[in-house]
């Protein structure tokens, strides 16, 4: 199943992993501490609260957080400030390492190889280091394609 990634229905994807492992109503119920009516409508929400998502995550051992962070990944406006300024201090954590899943490097690559964008493009729109993109091109680009510079 693709999921797309710029437009997050969270509700139906819950509800997909759950029909995917098979969990009776009764045991999402407890685990969660809703009902049967509120767990429907979670079904049909596009967004669920926080807790809640940490919880879903638990019971169906499936991080959906981590689809967000693909989404900042891929559709994030890039930031006005350069690269090489001075981050402002935060009293929250830092991630020094995007996360990339094997879904996004597939998409990235796919842009590549159908020349709908250039290495330059790609490396300019989603913020995509230069060795990076040039480790999946090696690692992981089953096509012999590389025609995009």
């Known amino acids: 199943?693709?999921?797309?990634?710029?437009?997050?229905?969270?509700?139906?994807?819950?509800?997909?992993?759950?029909?995917?492992?098979?969990?009776?109503?009764?045991?999402?119920?407890?685990?969660?501490?809703?009902?049967?009516?509120?767990?429907?409508?979670?079904?049909?929400?596009?967004?669920?609260?926080?807790?809640?998502l940490l919880r879903w995550s638990k019971l169906l051992e499936y991080d959906f957080f981590r689809i967000y962070s693909q989404h900042l990944i891929l559709y994030s406006p890039p930031s006005a400030v350069s690269e090489n300024a001075m981050p402002k201090k935060t009293a929250l954590p830092h991630f020094r390492k995007n996360i990339y899943t094997r879904e996004i490097i597939s998409f990235i690559l796919e842009l590549l190889n159908s020349g709908q964008k250039t290495k330059v493009q790609i490396r300019e729109e989603y913020r995509i280091p230069k060795s990076t993109l040039h480790k999946w091109i090696d690692k992981y680009n089953t096509t012999n394609e590389r025609t995009a510079k």
Request: hydrophobic fraction near 40%; glycine fraction near 4%; charge should be negative.
């Open 1 to 52: 199943m693709n999921i797309d990634l710029k437009e997050i229905h969270l509700g139906s994807l819950i509800y997909t992993r759950t029909q995917e492992l098979g969990i009776h109503m009764d045991r999402i119920c407890s685990f969660l501490k809703c009902s049967e009516m509120e767990i429907e409508a979670m079904y049909k929400a596009e967004s669920v609260d926080t807790a809640i």
